[in-house]
């Protein structure tokens, strides 16, 4: 547990030195997925970072189709009893403004 909490806490750490957008939703989307090893709840923060990551490194006209493609991507490969609850929950987050870069 120890070892994970400090790999997320350096992962948010090259977050914010990290000088491009992508860069720092790539290091969030770590931070979170090592950090799930304590909480579950960060799996949501690690997908939400993710989608982030590949809207900001596509080009711009192909920004929001490229990330609900992730976000789709994602979605399928959840397990059938569980998305419902995932999508619900990433929902609720999203529209608290839960994802900052």
């Known amino acids: 547990m120890g070892e994970a909490r400090a790999a997320a806490l350096q992962a948010h750490a090259a977050a ?4 491009e957008d992508e860069a720092r939703a790539v290091a969030r989307a770590s931070g979170h997925a090592v950090a799930t090893a304590h909480m579950a709840d960060h799996s949501l923060g690690a997908a939400a970072y993710a989608v982030m990551a590949v809207k900001r490194a596509s080009p711009a006209p192909e ?3 490229s990330g609900a493609r992730e976000e789709q991507w994602q ?3 959840l397990p059938e009893a569980a998305r419902e609850l995932v999508v619900t929950a990433q ?3 999203s529209a608290l403004g839960k994802w900052q870069p």
Do not use: L, M, T
């Open 16 to 19: 914010r030195d990290a000088p």
């Open 63 to 65: 920004a929001d189709a």
């Open 75 to 77: 979605r399928e490969r």
């Open 91 to 93: 929902e609720q987050r």
